[in-house]
């Protein structure tokens, strides 16, 4: 539709404010999946504190933003957690937040259900104990199922059950969607980056160009799935997935890290995408509002190699993120470029260029579940 | 996209009044504004400054029709009755 993508050029520009914030509470994990795309684990000393948090809600009801995405690390291990719930909540600024379950007890659970303005959202990345393990660690399933039975037993309501798509689980998806309406819950499927410490394992996990066609045909099949407007890079394929369609880094998107740190998106934890701190005189308004680095995300693109292929316009040549982080030019085409122009390119690479994420928190050793 | 998606809704009466909702907050943004709804929690574009105008104004009116002679050309009121229709659908709007 025309006026579609119109709005879609605006936003391409840049908001005043951006529509999907993450906000990531503390780099500090129970789990240690081996894709963290925020190489969690570990504390990080220079962490936000309670009073800088709530400023950070403050700053939101300033700039209008109307709810945030709250993620970590595991964002229930901050002891402050409840008590910034409630402060978003008493400021009407809306939360989703992303846990493993591990937290989640029967009591929690129904404060959680009492709180009105609140998204939970668990992650599982497979539909059952195998798949899931192999990924997120021992007995983190289990862990994650009893959760969505706390929040049931305490009628939350619709929470969401959020997977990221991997060549292990991409045969799970009716699965996934039997296991979420079996407790009334949504469905959310998004894309594996190669970011964190999904740069060492992606080539393992990243679903194979067969299995990316037939999520197509799924998530055609199966609009109610939430995708986070993650798969945009399969739009070449026919007709558009619903959502924006475009890569909103800096321009409707950003991330808040732990220590401050504003990075255009959730997946580019590095350097080269780092915009500023909120600590810093004017706060995070004054990072989105001015960074040199968002005023450069938000100039037109040049489609680069993409320019002569015909599907452009549906895929936007793909994430930014991994191309990034497979050492692809970000004018060229998506690693996972549903035409195959990706594959070429990396084989083209005369030395395989992988990038590190500037930062990681990874615990020396995987942490055993069990022992918390 | 709400408000390319949703189909006129049949029961946006012209000749009464509407309002914007209270559980509504608008965003100015340079194309127009990002109507949020607390309620429903559903986001919503209005896609030009004059929509945007038309709605903030609309409450001080008797009908959306009078709203549309105060604020548009003649030409413009079919297509911003549908764009009012679909804020109506959204519960963007709420009937006076």
């Known amino acids: 539709m025309p006026a579609d993508l119109s709005l879609r050029d605006r936003f391409k520009l840049g908001l005043d404010a951006p529509i999907c914030l993450t906000w990531e509470l503390t780099y500090a994990c129970n789990l240690a999946c081996i894709h963290c795309l925020s190489s969690s684990g570990r504390r990080d000393p220079r962490e936000l504190s309670t009073a800088e948090a709530k400023r950070i809600i403050d700053e939101m009801v300033e700039m209008q933003i ?60 497979g539909a059952d104990r195998a798949t899931n393990d192999a990924v997120r660690g021992e007995g983190s399933f289990d ?3 009893q959760a969505m039975e706390y929040l049931q037993d305490a009628n939350f309501g619709e929470f969401k059950i959020s997977v990221v798509v991997t060549r292990q689980n991409a045969g799970q998806l009716d699965d996934f969607r039997a296991l979420a309406d079996r407790f009334g819950a949504q469905l959310r499927l998004t894309r594996l980056r190669p970011s964190g410490r999904g740069v060492d394992t992606w080539d393992q996990l990243h679903p194979t160009a067969q299995q990316q066609r037939d999520l197509y045909g799924w998530l055609v099949g199966h609009p109610d799935t939430l995708t986070g407007d993650s798969f945009f890079h399969l739009n070449a394929l026919g007709d558009p997935i619903d959502g924006l369609n475009l890569c909103g880094a800096g321009r409707v998107v950003c991330l808040i890290d732990p220590i401050g740190d504003v990075y255009a998106c959730p997946f580019v934890i590095h350097d080269e995408f780092l915009a500023g701190n909120v600590r810093a005189p004017g706060g995070f308004a004054n990072v989105w509002r001015t960074s040199e680095l968002f005023q450069e995300l938000r100039e037109p693109t040049s489609a680069g190699a993409c ?7 549906a895929c936007q040549g793909g994430c930014m993120a991994a191309k990034f982080f497979t050492g692809l030019p970000l004018d060229g085409p998506d690693p996972e470029c549903v035409l195959g122009h990706g594959e070429a390119a990396l084989k083209a690479q005369p030395v395989q260029l992988v990038r590190r994420p500037s930062g990681d928190h990874s615990k020396p050793i995987p942490v055993v579940l069990a022992a918390r | 996209m709400s408000l390319s998606s949703a189909a006129e809704a049949p029961s946006f009466d012209l000749a009464r009044g509407w309002t914007l909702s209270p559980e509504v907050a608008l965003r100015p943004e340079k194309f127009g504004a990002l109507a949020y709804h607390y309620g429903n929690r559903r986001l919503v574009f209005l896609k030009s400054p004059e929509l945007v105008a038309l709605v903030e104004a609309l409450g001080s009116f008797d009908s959306v029709s009078e709203a549309l002679q105060a604020n548009l050309a003649p030409e413009r009121h079919a297509s911003y009755a549908q764009a009012l229709a679909r804020l109506a659908d959204s519960e963007v709007l709420v009937a006076r």
């Open chain 1, 66 to 125: 109307f709810y945030v995405n709250i993620g970590g690390g595991e964002p229930m291990v901050r002891t402050d957690f409840f008590e910034l719930l409630d402060y978003a909540s008493s400021q009407n600024v809306g939360v989703k937040f992303s846990t493993n379950g591990t937290r989640i007890t029967a009591e929690n659970a129904k404060y959680l259900a009492g709180l009105g303005y609140l998204d939970i959202q668990i992650s599982i990345d």
């Open chain 1, 307 to 313: 320019a002569s292929c015909g599907s452009y316009d």
């Open chain 1, 143 to 145: 862990a994650a199922l």
